[in-house]
Each structure stands twice: as structure tokens, then as C-alpha cells.
């Protein structure tokens, strides 16, 4: 699986755009970009996976130039509610889903009043 | 709707004990895998499981086994418990893009 890096804390005021970035220089042509959230005491949960260009849910955008050697989390207007670990995965998907995840130590998103 | 079940959420073990983490799902998903989460650290996969009957090692497959004998169950089991195997155990399981996690057993070795 190809290797990512993130940094390793933010800090936002709520109301504020917040966009983390994740580098994955060797993601391989089949591999996907998802990133999971973590609040402390849970486990993670699903937040949004994209291929290339840009995908949009109700929880955040992702975007992926062209060379998909990187990625951008894209979180608008956040709250306290925001605070937690957020984490860049890469990997291919199969007949099973995205299995073998492997997660980094993530990127500490603090929201301050 | 219950999703990923573990039981139970916390356990102290003393060294040399045995015992069994359950995780249940309840979303008819193929395929299950147990993680690791140390200290401000990521997690790191432990076994998983492509269906009932079909396991496989992870990245620290060692001090744990598993077994799958129905598609909802995937016991990780700890032969023989070590301190160094203190952490949070995550259990999930997925069809498709989205894993979805269990609330976590935090397990302690004195």
C-alpha cells in the first residue's frame, strides 16, 4: 500500500474552512483515497473516498489533482464537534471492499472557540 | 441498527491469561478484520476475514488468533496475554468502500 504523510496537528477557529493534505507519492493506478475520522474513544468512521478530480457528501470534499499524488480534505465551516483525528488511507479496492487498511498516526484537528 | 458489536469494552488481564474478544456485525459483510490502536498511534490490522472460514495475518498477527465460522462473528482470541499487548482492540467489517468500526475494547495486561 502506498505510504502517506499528513501533518501531524492542526489548529482552526470554528467557522473556518479547514483543509488537511495528504501526500501518497507512489499511489499505485488502482489505488483509492479515503479518509476516516477518529473521536477519541471510538473507533474510526468513514468520511469520504475518492479516484481523481473532486467528490463532494455532506461532510466534507475531497480533492485530487491530476497526478493524484496528493489529496486535500476539505472541511467547511467547522465546529468543536470537529475536533478529532483524521486519517488519509490509500489502497485498491476489491470484490471486497478496501481491506488492509493502513493508518498513519493521522492529523490532530483542534477546533478553538 | 447495531452495526459492530464488541464486548466487552474493557478488560485487565494478568499476564499469562487467555481470553476472547467477540465482535458481531450485523450488516451481512463479508469481510471482518481486528486492529490494534496504541498510544497516539494508528491502528495496525491484526487478522482479517474474506468470509466464513477464510482467515488471514495482518500486519501483528503474533500472541492473537481468530477463527470465522459464521459471517457475523469474528472472535480474536489471546492465548496467552503479554503487557505488551495492552491497547485498544478495533474490530470492523465492509462491503465495498466504507469500513465500519466497533466502539473499541480497551484491554490492559498487569
Known amino acids: 500500500l502506498a505510504k502517506t504523510t499528513q501533518p501531524i496537528s492542526m489548529d482552526s477557529y470554528e467557522g473556518q474552512e479547514v483543509n488537511i493534505t495528504c501526500s501518497h507519492n507512489?499511489?499505485?493506478?488502482?489505488?483509492?483515497i479515503t479518509w476516516y475520522q477518529q473521536f477519541p474513544s471510538q473507533g474510526p468512521r468513514f468520511i469520504i473516498q475518492g479516484y481523481k478530480t473532486k467528490v463532494t457528501n455532506e461532510v466534507a470534499s475531497l480533492f485530487i489533482p491530476a497526478d493524484r499524488k496528493s489529496s486535500t480534505l476539505s472541511l467547511p465551516r467547522v465546529s468543536l464537534s470537529d475536533t478529532a483525528v483524521y486519517y488519509c488511507l490509500v489502497g485498491a479496492l476489491s470484490n471486497f471492499g478496501n481491506e488492509k487498511l493502513t493508518f498513519g498516526t493521522g492529523t490532530r484537528l483542534t477546533i478553538i472557540p | 441498527n447495531a452495526g459492530v458489536t464488541q464486548t466487552p469494552k474493557f478488560q485487565v488481564l494478568k499476564t499469562g491469561q487467555s481470553m476472547t474478544l467477540q465482535c458481531a456485525q450485523d450488516?451481512?459483510?463479508?469481510?471482518m478484520s481486528w486492529y490494534r490502536q496504541d498510544p497516539g498511534m494508528g491502528l495496525r490490522l491484526i487478522h482479517y476475514s474474506v468470509g466464513a472460514g477464510i482467515t488471514d495475518q495482518g500486519e501483528v498477527p503474533n500472541g492473537y488468533n481468530v477463527s470465522r465460522s459464521t459471517t457475523e462473528d469474528f472472535p480474536l482470541r489471546l492465548l496467552s496475554a503479554a503487557p505488551s499487548q495492552t491497547s485498544v482492540y478495533f474490530c470492523a467489517s465492509s462491503r465495498g468502500s466504507e469500513a465500519f468500526f466497533g466502539q473499541g475494547t480497551r484491554l490492559t495486561v498487569v
Open positions: 507512489n499511489i499505485a493506478t488502482n489505488d483509492y
Open positions: 450488516m451481512n459483510h463479508e469481510y
